[in-house]
């Protein structure tokens, strides 16, 4: 199979990166990326892009399965609009550009509680994609749900780290397992789970099942 990459600098699409290009069934990786990274492994293909000028890379879009753990946040974005580009438009083009070009399956790495009419400005954005992402015509589309992701990030977010910690204890109590935080490499391991299964269909993932399909 082949795999197709958005966001492979990411939290989770690094772990994600590195899982593809040891698994036994990916021959092929593509990622695209704004920046090129120092990376190098002989199934890895690397497409530095504006992804602006989607007229310009849109025919490279070629493969198997779109994963995408693409995104931001408003303080790295710095205003609404400019999340808004990152954490919709992007995404959609590049989703597009895959269904246009006849790649079967799409992994999207969304969130907990994602509504498009929610009015809460990050939960309305991954609303909108999972809406918008659903009516192309994938194969397989599997929308993956994760609470807080726990994992080394690059820069620091003080009230995220408070946040793992006080949803670790609140995820001992009776029912509330399933709102632990979630590292970064379970995910990736859910990702490629559901891209090997090729379940046909739109599938919804809850935190609860991350955990479950990320011991499968």
Known sequence: MQAIVLGATGLVGSQLLERLLANEHFDKVLSFTRRASVKTHPKLEEHIIDFDKPATWQHLVQGNVLFSAFGTTIKKAGSQEAQYRIDYTYQYEMAKAAADNGVAAYVLVSAAFSDPRSRIFYSRIKGELERDVSKLPFKSIHILRPGILNGNRKEQRPG????????????????????????????????????????????IHSPKSLFVLAQA
Do not use: Y
Not at 161 to 177: D, F, R, T
Not at 178 to 196: G, L, N, Q, Y
């Open 160 to 203: 995220e780290k408070a946040g793992i910690a006080i949803m670790k204890v609140l995820g001992l109590l009776p029912g509330m397992s399933s709102m632990r935080p979630i590292r970064d490499v379970e995910v990736a391991k859910a990702m490629i789970h559901v891209a090997v299964k090729q379940d046909k269909g739109t599938h």
